[in-house]
T-cell receptor, first 114, second 114 residues
Framework: GDSVTQMEGPVTLSEEAFLTINCTYT??????LFWYVQYPGEGLQLLLKATKADDKGSNKGFEATYRKETTSFHLEKGSVQVSDSAVYFC?????????????FGQGTRLTINP | ETGVTQTPRHLVMGMTNKKSLKCEQHLGHNAMYWYKQSAKKPLELMFV???????ENNSVPSRFSPECPNSSHLFLHLHTLQPEDSALYLC?????????????FGPGTRLTVL
């Protein structure tokens, strides 16, 4: 079945450091890919998405590129801030396997120190 | 504010109690979801409703009973729960059919079963 694998956390960085959170997936069809973020005490919010190969999703300084050849969707940010501390979830939606199902990775907790 | 609200935000209940979680979406969507988020586990999809009909039930125990009276409201009725059911319960909504299946999440209900 479909699955998403994220790098294990927690990840701790200093402010202004470069961030990469790795995400790889397996899917039976041609999925759409997402990054969701969960701030403390809140639900998940969509951070960015990409629907086809080589698409780059971007938002709030975060970027991720849909790489079909490596089945990856790594999240990057050039200079993180304390306010970026949260849990980040990579997810996919694979319409041929179930149009309404999102498959999530296990989440990566990110802490940014001032 | 994502347009999806959940009440209550926190709930403590004994194993013999009966309670209900409520979710309301103000986005005009026609699909709604219940997820369970436990510590150190990926998000677990519990139920999916599309056009007020249940289309997915991921082997959830019968002590969890969903109800979707209309496209804006979703309930999760709880009875004779176990301590291992303690978790954050998240509601989400989306427009179905939707090519990317982008889901909007509520803030969750933190449930503690004593």
């Amino acid at each position: 079945g479909d699955s998403v694998t994220q790098m294990e956390g927690p990840v701790t960085l200093s402010e202004e450091a470069f961030l990469t959170i790795n995400c790889t997936y397996t899917a039976t069809g041609y999925p759409s890919l997402f990054w969701y973020v969960q701030y403390p005490g809140e639900g998940l919010q969509l951070l960015l998405k990409a629907t086809k190969a080589d698409d780059k999703g971007s938002n709030k300084g975060f970027e991720a590129t849909y790489r079909k050849e490596t089945t990856s969707f790594h999240l990057e940010k050039g200079s993180v801030q304390v306010s970026d501390s949260a849990v980040y979830f990579c997810a996919l939606s694979d319409p041929p396997a179930g149009a309404q199902k999102l498959v999530f990775g296990q989440g990566t907790r990110l802490t940014i120190n001032p | 504010e994502t347009g999806v609200t959940q009440t209550p935000r926190h709930l403590v209940m004994g194993m013999t109690n009966k309670k209900s979680l409520k979710c309301e979406q103000h986005l005009g969507h026609n699909a709604m979801y219940w997820y369970k988020q436990s510590a150190k586990k990926p998000l677990e999809l519990m139920f999916v409703y599309s056009l007020e009909e249940r289309v997915e039930n991921n082997s959830v125990p019968s002590r969890f009973s969903p109800e979707c009276p209309n496209s804006s409201h979703l309930f999760l009725h709880l009875h004779t729960l176990q301590p291992e059911d303690s978790a954050l319960y998240l509601c989400a909504s989306s427009q179905d059919p939707g090519y990317t299946n982008e889901q909007f999440f509520g803030p969750g209900t933190r449930l503690t079963v004593l």
